[in-house]
T-cell receptor
């Protein structure tokens, strides 16, 4: 069974710092990996989707990398801002359940002014 | 990107009553829809997968007679929580996927509170 783990569980940084969130998965036979943002009490906002053939994807200050062979992905946030404070989730599709997503438990990020 | 809506966004009901949550894909045909549940400070857990015109496939530990799922059209799936109990209080999120697409599009979620 695919297990998705995110480290750290929580992170607090001062505004302006660059930071890295980590995601690992046990089954490297994935089709893609997706990073989401979730604000308290809200739904999910898709940030980046990396196909299995890709090594990284970039969107603005966000860069996600994927190393399938080692079962790892990172989300790099440059020049963090207080508005980046949220929970960040990574997820991979599970082919055994119609490609429903297996989610990690998330990293709760707090960026302080 | 594709848009998925959920209705209602919040609902409060009394124990023993039933609540229906709708999930709609607004601009694409969703051959598959997924229902997830999220307890406070926890991650999303898959409840069931529904394919249009077929019976839903439930994850282990999810009672199919309690959580009724209907996916009667390519744009609408419904989740009905029957005989709701306070422990059913949770955040329910649906997602939808079109044929030949691996990416899912998520609804904004429904906060259910059972008193």
């Amino acid at each position: 069974k695919q297990e998705v783990t995110q480290i750290p569980a929580a992170l607090s940084v001062p505004e302006g710092e660059n930071l890295v969130l980590n995601c690992s998965f046990t089954d490297s036979a994935i089709y893609n990996l997706q990073w989401f943002r979730q604000d308290p009490g809200k739904g999910l906002t898709s940030l980046l989707l990396i196909q299995s053939s890709q090594r990284e994807q970039t969107s603005g200050r966000l860069n996600a990398s994927l190393d399938k062979s080692s079962g790892r992905s990172t989300l790099y946030i440059a020049a963090s801002q207080p508005g980046d404070s949220a929970t960040y989730l990574c997820a991979v599709p599970n082919s055994n359940s119609g490609y429903a997503l297996n989610f990690g438990k998330g990293t709760s990020l707090l960026v302080t002014p | 990107g594709a848009v998925v809506s959920q209705h209602p966004s919040r609902v409060i009901c009394k124990s023993g009553t039933s609540v229906k949550i709708e999930c709609r894909s607004l601009d694409f045909q969703a051959t598959t829809m997924f229902w997830y549940r999220q307890f406070p400070k926890k991650s999303l857990m898959l409840m069931a997968t529904s394919n249009e015109g077929s019976k839903a496939t439930y994850e282990q530990g999810v009672e199919k007679d309690k959580f009724l799922i209907n996916h009667a059209s390519l744009t609408l799936s419904t989740l009905t929580v029957t005989s709701a109990h306070p422990e059913d209080s949770s955040f329910y999120i649906c997602s939808a996927k079109g044929a030949n697409h691996y990416e899912q599009y998520f609804g904004p979620g429904t906060r259910l509170t059972v008193t």
